[in-house]
């Protein structure tokens, strides 16, 4: 979540009042759907896309301070159908062009879309240093267990047994648990949630929304052309249970003792070893300063310390230094 959305009006030079800024148009769908879809009829994808539109509208934040984020992949391709500021970005690569710009920009609201693949294996490394820096963000993960674009090759959460070009005769290493690997790098919201169940995720994302930090929400989004049918198993429409995490209260009631606490750090690891399809809700979250807080501080207390000098004389003495 970003750190203001205040719209105030600058006062004009010499004191006189300042103009008023005309009223906002109200932030409808229309205004911020931008192409169609290129996703293959059935992907999971679209109603991530249409649960985006859903909060955009709902909170109705400032138009020009909304930017859609992704590196390479079907799910990826999300910025293109988002009319705001985006980038489809290098495979991989979203979240470190996502912290630049969250950092130069803590007033936009950051938000980051890919793949299992984009997220956890080229962009892997990417994600738990975003993470652990706690750099202000949300990030969905559309999991599919599969590499989508690329038409079918194994991804590090394809199950051990899927058939795929580059494991013709079944995948045989262990997949990644995403909640695991989230937990562990530091991110502090994390959740989870299912494309088919468009309420649940509508929830996660404001709820990662509100977050400050470095927020992700890892959505199981079918791939219909190359692993259908996998999540049936979490969708009580196909014969499967969607199994929610029953959140504590705080009210003092003995079932309270049952329920989860979020911010137990080792709850959330024993929840994300429950087998596939486990469950389904906010698996942590904890309040730890962001590295957008921390810098400015930072920056701040630099430039109590060196009063008034330009950047390009702060840059000079830096040089001089090195000399
Ligand atoms: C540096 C680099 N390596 C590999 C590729 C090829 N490539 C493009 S997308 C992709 C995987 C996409 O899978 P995923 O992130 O799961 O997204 P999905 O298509 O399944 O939504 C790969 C390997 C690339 N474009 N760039
Ligand atoms: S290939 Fe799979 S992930 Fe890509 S658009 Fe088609 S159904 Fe969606
Ligand atoms: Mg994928």
């Given at each position: 979540m970003s750190e203001t959305t205040t719209t105030t009006s600058p006062v004009a030079a010499g004191g006189s009042p300042a103009i008023a800024d005309p009223p906002r148009e109200k932030l409808t769908k229309k205004a911020i759907t931008a192409d169609h879809p290129t996703w293959c009829p059935g992907c999971g994808d679209f109603a991530v896309l249409a649960s985006f539109y859903k909060v955009l509208e709902k909170r109705?934040?400032?138009?020009?301070?909304i930017v859609t984020l992704a590196g390479i992949g079907c799910s990826s391709r999300f910025p293109y159908f988002v009319n705001g500021h985006g980038a489809h970005y290098i495979h991989g690569r979203a979240v470190p062009l996502a912290s630049g710009i969250s950092l130069a920009r803590p007033d936009l609201h950051v938000f980051l879309f890919g793949g299992d693949g984009d997220g956890f294996s080229i962009g892997g490394n990417h994600l738990d240093h975003g993470a652990r820096k706690n750099i202000n963000m949300t990030y969905f993960i559309m999991d599919n267990?599969?590499?989508g674009l690329t038409k079918k090759q194994t991804s590090p959460t394809s199950p051990i047994g899927f058939k795929s070009k580059t494991d013709p005769t079944g995948a045989i290493d262990m997949p990644v648990n995403p909640m695991k690997k989230l937990i562990s790098a530091g991110a502090t919201f994390i959740a989870r949630t299912h494309a088919a169940q468009v309420p649940h995720m509508i929830q996660m994302i404001e709820r990662a929304f509100d977050h400050q930090g470095f927020s992700v929400i890892e959505c199981l989004s079918e791939c219909v052309e190359f692993f259908p049918d996998v999540f049936d198993p979490a969708n009580p429409k196909k014969g499967g249970s969607f199994e929610l995490i029953q959140e504590?209260?705080?009210?003092?009631?003995?079932?309270?003792?049952?329920?989860?606490?979020?911010?137990?750090e080792l709850a959330a690891y024993k929840l994300a070893?429950?087998?596939?399809p486990g469950v389904f809700g906010v698996f942590y979250e904890t309040d730890r300063p962001t590295k957008n807080a921390l810098e400015k501080k930072w920056i701040e207390n630099t430039r109590e310390k060196i009063g008034s000098a330009s950047d390009v004389e702060i840059l000079q003495k830096t040089f001089d230094r090195m000399k």
């Open positions: 109705q934040l400032d138009h020009e301070k267990f599969v590499y504590r209260k705080w009210d003092n009631t003995p079932e309270d003792e049952l329920r989860h606490d979020v911010t137990d070893q429950l087998p596939f």
